[in-house]
Each structure stands twice: as C-alpha cells, then as structure tokens.
C-alpha cells in the first residue's frame, strides 16, 4: 500500500505551516497592482488547445512538448493552460473588454501546467501571478509593466535580484536578424545540442539563450539583435530604456534574453535571482503586439509579465525576509465540569460570531490536558472557565508568554476580550 497514494511528481502540497507564506505574497501582489489600478481576471485552468497552439507558438517547447493535453467525452482537444497571456487575450477578444477604448489592465493568480522536468523551483504544476496591459505600445507602459515587478519584489523587501533588458526587433527586423544568425551559428552546429540543431531553422533566436555550456560558449559571440533593430523598435527601446531611468529603476541591457515563447516582440525582460541556480528568473514578460489580431479582436497592442510563486518564497526564504504572521487562535477555552462546559458551548459561539478566533478542544476533561492543548495551539491567550468561576459570573484570562493572570466579568466578556486582543 505504502507510497500507492503518492502525489503527482512535479506537484507540491502546500501545507498549513506554509500557506501563511503563500497567503502574505498573495496579499502583497494585489496591494502592489491595486496601486497600479490593475483589476482580476480569473479564466479556466484549462482551454482548447489551439488557445495555446498558435500563439505561444508550434515551435516553443511548451507547446512542442510541455503541454497537459487531453480529450473530453466528445473528443474535443482542450489543454490544462502551461501559462496566463493567451487565456487572458483570448477572454479579452471574447468579452469585448477593450470596447471602452484606452488601456486595459489586468492581473491574475493561479495554478500553471508544464510537463518538464523536475528541478528546483521548476514544478510541473507551479503557481504563477501576472499583468497584462493591453492597449497601448507606448513605451512609458512597457516600463511601468517592469515597475509593477520591481515594485512587488522591493516590496516583500528582496535586495539581490536584477532586472535585465532587451528588444527583439519586430516582424520587420527580425528576418534580417535570423539570417545573420543561421549564416554565424551553422559552421558551429556540429558542436552544438540536439535543441539547437532544431531550432536553428524555426527559431534561431532561441539558440542565444541555450543553457549548454558549450552551446553558451559559442553564442557569446553571435551578432546581437539590437545591431539589427529598425527605427522604430530602435526608438521604443531607447524609450523604455528613459522611462526606467527617470522612474529610478536599475537595469542592464542583455542581447541574449529572448524569451521561450513566439508571441514577443519589441521589450523582452527578465528579472533574475542568481542565488536561485539554474532556474533563476523570478518574472519574466514583455511586449506582444498583434496577439490580439491573432484571436480575432482589433490590433491593439500589449504587454504584460509573469512570474512564479515558488521561486519567489525560495528566494524569500533564502534572503530570510517575514512573510507576516502565521496564523495562530486568539483564545484557547479550558472548561471544568458538565456546566461550564454547557456554558462553554454557546461562549464559544459568542466569541466567533464576534470576529475572535477560539479553540476548544472537546475530548480532553482534566485542566492538565486541556491546557496542554492549550500550550500546543500557541494562542495568545487562555480563558479558564471552572463552576466556581461560573457561578461568580466570572471567567479567568491567561496571557500565554507572561503567565499572568486576570478576572473578566462575563457580561461584557465580548467587549474585553476585543481589547486585550487589539493590545
Ligand atoms: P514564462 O517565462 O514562461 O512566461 O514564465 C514566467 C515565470 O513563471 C518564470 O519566470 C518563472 O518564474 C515561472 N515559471 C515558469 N515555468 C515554471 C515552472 N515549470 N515551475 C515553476 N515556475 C515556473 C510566461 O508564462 C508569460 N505568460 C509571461 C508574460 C505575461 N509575458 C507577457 N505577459
């Protein structure tokens, strides 16, 4: 039987000791994006596949093999959702979200599929936060979109990550890109991965940011996108490049991110944490104009990022920064004999309805044993109710960590114990 039962590989319980932490990051992104006045979407954890197909592309790995695919009763191909842009694009395109004009802007949270390989920080179901914007190619909105990341990640208090930046050209200058890359890389191909002898024809950009050390070596060299770029993307770079510095934000251009999946153009970036190891970028996103014509809505441009919650508590925990309070009972109710345990029952009742957090624990009779249960719920507080207590119409409160002790009427036992837990 042992081990019959056994998680999915690649997935992860979050348990009790550590959804507090999960809750406090959580709280924190959508304080940060409510700032931004970013607002929820919340779409299916799956779609039809072909959601996915086109635009994050036939020749990414997602699509080509990291994708939870399956067939309903009726035989229609549907796909549990490897990431939250297409998702987001398509409910925007179907729900007319753009109709009023101006910048959309969205935000989500939720569980991601990809069947890869586990490692750390790399999960087969991880849990991603994101922003879409949608609306505008001003550069000014790809370095706020950044800000949003940086914000948060300064904001859960992180110091040793960086941001690195790039522009991979658009449909215009990336032609011109990809034949000088397929005319550098192809005396090496011999030398180089599996991967790369692949992509070189499909997606020769994907060979710049290979993780094969010998391929790495040889890409150092090749010629950069941004000797490539037309005017237009050469200015829109040089923009969100000016924005960020007027915003404050530090960054280092970096011609080797290109990101994994087809439907980027212009801004590409990364932010990355070293001390991660291999699976080091803590958010990743950029510009993807003309995704939107793809799912049939209007040509509006947009941009948006992604990052993953598991990394990013790993990279928490490693700085050891607080994730806030862990969630503890206010009061630990003790009852001695059959009418103050009668009492007890609507006591309780009282208490919770009133917004205080109590913990009873009916199987234990003897004071030794209720307070031991008492000392391993870790509240703050115990109340003491005994038939003498009860018949004084009176109840003790301990404080926990002093030991000391007080009287409290039971009358107005709400309104006391609302301030000793404020104090
Ligand atoms: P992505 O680079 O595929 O982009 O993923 C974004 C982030 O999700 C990664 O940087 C990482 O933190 C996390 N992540 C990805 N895969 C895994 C995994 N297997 N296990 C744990 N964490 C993972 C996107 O998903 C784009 N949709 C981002 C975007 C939004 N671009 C524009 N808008």
Known sequence: ??????????????????????????D??????????????????????EVFERSVGSSSDIVQKEMYRFQDKKGRKF?????????????????NLGMNGGNTKLFYMGPMFRYDRPQKGRFRQFYQYGVENIGSDNPFIDAEVIAIGYSFLKKLGLK???????????????PDYDRSLIKYFTPYLKEMCSDCNTRINKKPKRLLDCKVRGCKKIAKNAPSMLDYLDDECRDHF???????KKMGIPFTVNPKIVRGLDYYNKTAFEFIDNKLGAQNTLIGGGRYNGLISQ?????VPGTGFAGGFERLILSMEIEGLSFGKEQLPDMFLVTLGQKAFEYGNKLLLKLRDAGISVEY????????????????????????????????????????ESGEQKIIGLEKIVESLKKMCKK
Do not use: H
């Open 295 to 299: 799912f049939g809505g209007k040509d």
């Open 1 to 26: 039987m042992a081990g019959k039962y056994q998680i999915p590989r690649g997935t992860f319980d979050i348990l009790p000791e550590d959804s507090y932490k999960w809750q406090y990051v959580t």
């Open 361 to 400: 624990d009916p199987d234990k009779e003897t004071m030794k044993a209720q307070m031991k249960t008492a000392d391993r719920s870790r509240s703050r507080f115990t109340l003491i109710l005994g038939e003498d207590e009860l018949a004084g119409n009176k109840i003790i409160l301990k404080e926990m």
């Open 28 to 49: 924190v992104f959508k304080e940060v994006v409510r700032t931004y006045n970013y607002r929820e979407i919340i779409t299916p954890i799956f779609e039809k596949s």
């Open 160 to 174: 040793n990550f960086t941001l690195e930046i790039n522009s991979i050209g658009c449909v215009n200058c990336t």
């Open 79 to 95: 796909a549990l959702r490897p990431e939250g842009t297409a998702p987001v694009v398509r409910s925007y395109v179907q729900n």
């Open 238 to 244: 040089a923009g969100v490049q000016d924005f960020l």
